[in-house]
Nanobody, 112 residues
């Protein structure tokens, strides 16, 4: 069955960095685009980034452009999100998505 397992979240000060990972299994990872979404406390789900199947085309929501970088390693079946210059408003649970599947999420808290 499809499994998406996110990791790498934590508590970080404003201006800090984190790198999230998503380990995928149960489907042919290298054939599909992948997406990161997040859900902040009390808010709905927000799309933040997508990457094509081979990692050459990426897109971002305006609020993270220039700070976040999505990448993937198709040999390892892993998706990544490098997050720099983090802000308190980036606090959320971050999920990786494939079609209708979603992992359990990883909590990112940005606070001093």
């Amino acid at each position: 069955q499809v499994q998406l397992v996110e990791s790498g979240g934590g508590l970080v000060q404003p201006g800090g960095s984190l790198r999230l990972s998503c380990a995928a299994s149960g489907f042919t990872f290298k054939q599909y685009p992948m997406t990161w979404v997040r859900q902040a406390p009390g808010k709905g789900l927000e799309w933040i980034s997508s990457i094509d199947s081979i990692g050459t085309s990426t897109s971002y929501v305006d609020s993270v452009k220039g700070r976040f970088t999505v990448s993937r390693d198709n040999a390892k079946n892993e998706l990544y999100l490098q997050m720099n210059r983090l802000k308190p408003e980036d606090t959320a649970v971050y999920y990786c998505d494939w079609l209708s599947a979603r992992g359990q999420g990883t909590q990112v808290t940005v606070s001093s």
